[in-house]
């Protein structure tokens, strides 16, 4: 048995008992921290554990791969499920409490509940995926109020989501840090997703390349390029490396806004959706602003 195997799994919990558990650490005193995944669980997620026991007295863990944030066609049933494996890293990641609830438990019968989002859910992802952010902010407000955290973390690598869920928060008054966490990467550059275990050996290889444009772009804003020159590039290249691009852009780094037309003067974020055979991978790099001047592109 592997060491891994040989840990004491976390506690799981049903609904009753997630929430008497919080309430018990709560009349402690104690801090909890939540990190909301669909399981599936890589280093990314470790990572986002880690940061959490950083900054909190508790961690709780959900799995759930949520049908709401899929539409009709996509890969809800291909999602990979690996829930005793996850459970198994958890252990070994001394996280508190795993929360697995069915879909059953989070959309009974006559659920009805919608939330409309605008601000940083409008385009970029919701031009592709209308249904997408909805379906996220509707279980994760959920997760919210039988939680209760003091603290949920999410990673960068879904920006536009970290921003959706900052905004959620704020908008509905809820009393949670949004705490955000760095993409961790291969060696080659692909970021770290569950939706990797799709791609095949060589597809990895392309995969890794929309890394490399995005920073190529990134670094061509930062040399004071204007956007649309230095986005007509970085959408020629992923036009060449990859089966169909759904977006590649530079946006407000706080608001997902569109910039205005010119070299970038404000916090920007580059974002890209792509599409390798039927994996559709996103990613995003920050673009430093050091204001110098530059007059080359980048290659
Ligand atoms: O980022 C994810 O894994 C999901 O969108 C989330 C936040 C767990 C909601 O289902």
């Given at each position: ?32 921290a939540f990190v909301p995944t669909m399981g599936a669980l890589h280093q990314g997620h470790l990572s986002l554990i880690s940061k959490a026991q950083k900054v909190a007295d508790r961690v709780v863990v959900s799995i759930f791969v949520n049908p709401a944030q899929f539409a009709p066609g996509e ?225």
């Amino acid at each position: 048995m592997s060491e891994l195997l040989s840990l004491p799994l976390p506690a799981t919990a049903d609904t009753l008992r997630l929430r008497e558990t919080v309430a018990d650490w709560r009349s402690q005193g104690l801090k909890i921290a939540f990190v909301p995944t669909m399981g599936a669980l890589h280093q990314g997620h470790l990572s986002l554990i880690s940061k959490a026991q950083k900054v909190a007295d508790r961690v709780v863990v959900s799995i759930f791969v949520n049908p709401a944030q899929f539409a009709p066609g996509e890969d809800f049933d291909a999602y990979p499920r690996t829930l005793s494996t996850d459970a198994q890293y958890l252990a070994e990641a001394n996280c508190d409490l795993l929360y697995a609830p069915r879909a059953s438990d989070m959309y009974p019968q006559g659920f009805s509940a919608r939330l409309i989002l605008e601000g940083p859910a409008s385009g970029l992802e919701s031009d592709f995926r209308p249904h997408f952010f909805g379906g996220v902010a509707i279980v994760v407000a959920k997760f919210f109020n039988r939680v209760q955290p003091d603290i949920a973390l999410f990673g960068e690598k879904d920006y536009q989501q970290l921003l959706v869920i900052r905004q959620m928060v704020t908008d509905l008054d809820l009393p949670i840090q949004i705490v955000a966490g760095e993409t961790l990467r291969g060696a080659d550059g692909l970021a770290l997703s569950s939706r990797n275990a799709y791609l095949s050996e060589s597809d990895r290889g392309i995969a890794a390349s929309l890394n490399h444009i995005l920073t190529g772009f990134a670094t061509d804003l930062s040399r004071g390029f204007d956007w649309e020159t230095a986005q007509g590039k970085a959408l020629a290249k992923a036009a060449n490396a990859f089966d169909r691009v759904d977006y590649i852009e530079a946006r407000c780094a706080n608001t997902l806004a569109h910039l205005p037309g010119g070299p970038a003067r404000q916090p920007t974020r580059v974002l890209a959706a792509v599409w390798l055979g039927d994996t559709r991978l996103i990613d995003n790099v920050a673009v430093s602003l050091p204001g110098a001047d530059f007059d080359q592109l980048a290659p």
